[in-house]
């Protein structure tokens, strides 16, 4: 079956539903102490409610990604959504581009236009892409009720299909961060003659502090490295072993919805404490709403399953050996030694430090990304 065009449309029925949940939240109690040392801030989730409910335009944020052409097809046994939007340019090159968690193909609505009509923006058309970005499969609208579940290998295997089986790329371009990144090191590993070359924006190397005499590089990484671990990690603990527990609540509860993602945007973004210095309020709102209306958020934990229950595939003993490109945002979660990264990825070929932008690079920096991902596919396509 070919692919078919589609369109997002919510009923106003679910519209109204939402509104109403969010009318009859009931907050906890603020835990003594600053507003936001114990996860998300009472303070501001109320706040972030009140304008979800009153003042969040989701039609045009609906119409925002109807701008772009839409389809579904169905590929090991899903219905797979994505974005294919034509490049303008002499020669516009297939580029396959990746969200992961909590994200979106909302995350790329701002990065699309300067990848694939860079002369808009004062470039040069030669490096024009033609982008593909799906949903990854159990997010958003490549979730239905009832599906199988996708571990970031199987996510991968998708992702390939799509480019290769489904649209006829015999060689393609992968850009991701987060799970995206993942997905781009394992299409990279597992199908090395499909791609050109992959692109990052978060590296996937083993979560071992360095041991042994260290340089001050090292020494700052595993200091992080045990922060990380030891403060931040409890998200992925549950998300990867009862994901089915916490699914009731999050597909329950908007307000509950809100406050588990919008602290990782806060955490996560080069936002000085203020997610929306970083993101825009709607777009990250479109972000969280997607995840409501699709009722996608417990399929959507399904790569931190995978990540904890199956052998994990990338590792310096299976390395990445295809062209890498590397963007080091500052505000990223992690942000490894270049000399520990060529461990796991043993061809980058570019590696950037980034002047400002965190671990939503899209959303966050989208000129500074599509600069850095034109820049490094420009000598390889």
């Not at 369109?7 to 539903?17: F, R, S, W």
């Not at 899903?78 to 581009?97: E, K, T």
């Not at 193909?105 to 040069?124: C, H, M, N, S």
């Amino acid at each position: 079956m070919a692919p078919q065009p589609f369109t997002l449309n919510v009923p106003d029925a679910a519209i109204a539903d939402l509104k109403t949940r969010l009318a009859l939240t009931r907050f906890p109690d603020a835990a003594p102490g600053e507003p936001w040392a114990f996860g998300t801030s009472v303070e501001y989730a109320k706040d972030l409610v009140s304008y979800w409910k009153d003042r969040f335009d989701w039609r045009a944020q609906e119409a925002a990604l109807n701008a772009f052409p839409q389809f579904k097809t169905p590929l090991h046994g899903i219905d797979l959504h994505y974005l294919q939007v034509p490049g303008v340019g002499p020669n516009p090159y297939p580029l396959l581009l990746l969200h992961g968690w909590p994200g979106s193909v909302y995350e790329f609505l701002d990065i699309i236009p300067r990848l694939t009509d860079p002369a808009r923006f004062g470039g040069d058309p030669k490096d024009a892409f033609t982008v593909v970005a799906p949903s990854l499969p159990g997010y958003g609208l490549s979730f239905k009720p009832g599906q199988k579940r996708f571990t970031l290998q199987d996510i991968a295997g998708c992702a390939h299909d799509l480019m290769t089986q489904t649209l006829g790329f015999s060689k393609f371009a992968v850009q991701g961060g987060d799970w995206g990144a993942g997905t781009a090191s394992l299409i990279g590993n597992t199908f090395p003659n499909s791609v050109c070359g992959i692109h990052v924006n978060l590296l996937f190397v083993p979560r071992d502090r360095p041991d042994g005499a260290l340089t001050p590089e090292a020494k700052r990484y595993s200091d992080d490295l045990a922060h990380w671990l030891r403060e931040e990690t409890g998200y992925q603990q549950i998300q990867g072993t009862k994901p089915q527990t916490l699914a009731f609540g999050l597909t329950d509860s908007p307000a509950g919805l809100a406050a588990w993602i919008a602290e990782k945007f806060r955490s996560w973004s080069d936002c000085d404490g203020i997610a929306e210095n970083a993101i825009s309020r709607d777009r990250m709102l479109a972000n969280i709403a997607l995840y409501w209306f699709t009722g996608a958020i417990g399929s959507s934990f399904w790569p931190y399953y995978g990540r904890l229950h199956t052998t994990w595939p990338i590792s310096p003993a299976n390395p990445i050996t295809v062209p890498t490109g590397y963007a080091a945002f500052p505000r990223e979660i992690l942000l490894p030694p270049r000399a520990i990264a060529e461990k796991t990825y043993t061809n980058i070929q570019r590696w950037t430090e980034m002047k400002k932008g965190g671990h939503f690079a899209a959303m966050e920096q989208p000129a500074a990304l599509a600069g850095e991902i034109q820049d490094f596919f420009r000598p390889l396509r």
